[in-house]
């Protein structure tokens, strides 16, 4: 008989979120980004050469060649290696960064720990270590904290805030009291940034100013409109009550525009990182213009990824391709230009 440890069941529950993403529709049944209902001016003399567009932008010390991370998403199962390698040499290839999925399945098993390490094919690229927040609620300090950056050499600590996740998981960790102290310890001690990430449901105002005042580097807003981790947790639910439980929650959440909005008013010279539920370099685009400096995505990097290295490769050089045109189309040479772009709202998505 094969014994159950908690580590087994992290990485079951790894393998399942990699497959559920790849093979389910997890997308929000109804709520959107609020990203359709803007839409860029169209300048038809720009005075601009497409060829002469600079896409490159600076954040943590490292200059990246477009605007672009491959948000946090998988590691902790041998599946996830192959997938995780892809997604490095993608990023190193176009100079862009990369976020690893949360890495305290390789903290319960150091066995794993190879699933995430990618610095030898990527030794340039802004690379971010991720922990759960609220693991440092149960047990978890400043130690495991840098045992994950060290673990992969990063540049940067995220810490992922999922508590609707955890909330509809049946073995979910659903104790985030007192949590906010514990990671302005955090910030205050580790010798990199540390970058708060919601997973698909936004930041709020409140949310925003507290994280700036416990010392965070960054916000990743991760708003909703794109894979909902509810909608998740609803297809791996052991038993009807989780999995109804889990449904009701499928439309929950700030929705990514608004979600800049909000870090904007909150902490307008705080860097935010845009993700949740962009499709293409034009959402890309809108999130710079809105504010933010890098946009992310997730679900599409990783279908590309798992389809083959060639696939992944024309899918970044896609979004690479559609940000520039955006450019060239909006008057903006630079990316600095970009973020002054005055975005048109329609009154029809």
């Known amino acids: 008989m094969t014994k159950v440890t908690s580590e087994s069941v992290i990485e079951n529950r790894k393998v399942d979120h990699i497959r559920v993403n790849l093979e389910k529709d ?35 010390g490292k200059t990246l060649r477009a605007p672009l991370l491959i948000s946090s998403m998988t590691g902790g199962a041998e599946m996830a290696l192959r997938l995780n390698r892809r997604l490095a040499e993608a990023a190193q290839t176009h100079g862009i960064a990369l976020g690893l999925g949360s890495q305290r399945a390789a903290i319960k098993n150091p066995d794993l720990a190879y699933t995430y390490q990618v610095r030898d094919i990527a030794p340039d690229i802004l690379l971010f270590a991720n922990l759960g ?25 995220i810490l992922h805030f999922n508590v609707l996740q ?5 073995e979910g960790d659903t104790n985030f009291a007192g ?18 990430k919601e997973v698909g449901w936004g930041f709020s105002e409140r949310d925003v100013r507290n ?42 959440g700030i929705p990514t525009a608004d979600a800049i909005r909000y870090a904007r008013r909150a902490a307008p010279a705080l860097p935010v990182i845009a993700s949740g539920g962009l499709r293409d370099g034009i959402d890309v685009a809108k999130c710079i213009a809105l504010g933010a ?36 189309c909006s008057g903006a040479a630079n990316i600095e230009a970009l973020s002054r772009v005055e975005l048109i709202v329609s009154e029809h998505s």
């Not at 359709?36 to 050469?49: G, K, Q, T």
């Not at 991760?222 to 052991?238: F, L, N």
């Open 26 to 60: 997890v997308q929000f049944p109804r709520l959107k980004t609020g990203l359709e209902r803007l839409r860029f001016m169209h300048i038809a003399l720009p005075e601009l050469d497409l060829a002469d567009i600079d896409t490159s932008v600076s954040l943590f």
């Open 179 to 196: 949590l906010l102290a514990k990671v302005e310890q955090v910030c205050r001690s580790l010798p990199v940034p540390v970058v708060a």
């Open 166 to 170: 955890e909330a509809v998981q049946p």
């Open 293 to 328: 400096q890098l946009g992310g995505l997730a679900s599409p990097f990783l279908k590309a990824a798992d389809e083959s290295p060639e696939a992944l490769d024309r899918f970044t050089r896609e979004l690479i391709a559609q940000i520039r045109i955006v450019m060239l």
């Open 211 to 252: 994280l700036v005042n416990a010392g965070v580097a960054a916000v990743d807003v991760a708003g909703a409109g794109g894979t909902s981790w509810s909608e998740v947790e609803y297809h791996r639910a052991p038993n009807a009550f989780h999995a109804n439980v889990a449904a009701a929650f499928a439309d929950w």
């Open 133 to 157: 927040a609220v693991q440092l609620n149960y047990g978890y300090s400043l130690d495991e904290c840098r045992r994950v950056i060290d673990m992969i050499e990063a540049d940067a600590l």
